[in-house]
């Protein structure tokens, strides 16, 4: 069955530290990946995507991500991170030939920013 | 524009009840899914539904069902609560086909299963 794994379950980072979050997924067809974001009382909302084209994505606030197709991993990636980046993270994946738009997601990674 | 909303926002049932949650897509969307999200197993998919038709479905029991209308609003509905089914269940819309197009999620409805 398919699946989404995500490297960490919680990061504790410093303001201005890089970050870089892993995902992994387990499907070898066509696939399309997401990140999406949940802050601390709000909905989720998706941060970047990509489904074809340039492996290397640019989102909302900074983020972008990396697809690297040998390795089934999309990881998520910001320079410098601020205190409000401080939410849930979670990676998610669709095979938009076999399920349509189902998205599996990743059990999320909780990133917290000191100031 | 007018996000995804979801009636009610808090419920709370006792076992053996059942529950019918709501969720009004973003104006012009036609796509629904349904999610479950547990501390446990995360975020689960539950079903997709496009003009009315179910055209995807999770791996959840037959007591979670769910339908949409003509104005693509939806219904869900779970029969014979049980404790396991405390969760927040989050409604996404999408403007056609969710498996090329964005899916934006409500806020979620928080049902309690005492």
């Known amino acids: 069955a398919q699946s989404v794994s995500q490297h960490n379950h919680h990061v504790i980072l410093s303001e201005a530290a890089s970050l870089e979050l892993g995902c992994n997924y387990s499907?070898?067809?066509?696939?399309?990946l997401f990140w999406y974001v949940q802050y601390p009382g709000q909905h989720l909302q998706l941060l970047l995507k990509y489904f074809s084209g340039d492996p290397l994505v640019k989102g909302i606030k900074g983020f972008e991500a990396e697809f690297i197709k040998s390795k089934f991993s999309f990881n998520l990636r910001k320079p410098s991170v601020q205190w409000s980046d401080t939410a849930e993270y979670f990676c998610?994946?669709?095979?938009?030939?076999?399920?349509?738009?189902?998205?599996?997601f990743g059990q999320g990674t909780e990133l917290s920013v000191k100031p | 524009k007018a996000g995804v909303t979801q009636t009610p926002r808090y419920l709370i049932k006792t076992r053996g009840q059942q529950v019918t949650l709501s969720c009004s897509p973003i104006?012009?969307?036609?796509?629904v899914s349904w999610y479950q999200q547990t501390p446990g197993q995360g975020l689960q998919f539950l079903f997709e539904?496009?003009?009315?038709?179910?055209?995807n479905k999770g791996n959840f029991p037959g007591r979670f069902s769910g339908r949409q209308f003509s104005n693509s609003r939806s219904e869900m509905n779970v029969s014979t609560l049980e404790l396991g089914d405390s969760a927040l269940y989050l409604c996404a819309s999408s403007l056609v086909d969710p498996a090329y197009n964005e899916q934006f999620f409500g806020p979620g409805t928080r049902l309690t299963v005492l």
């Open positions: 104006s012009g969307h036609r796509s």
């Open positions: 998610a994946v669709n095979s938009p030939y076999n399920q349509g738009g189902k998205l599996i």
């Open positions: 539904y496009f003009s009315e038709t179910q055209r």
């Open positions: 499907y070898g067809g066509t696939v399309n």
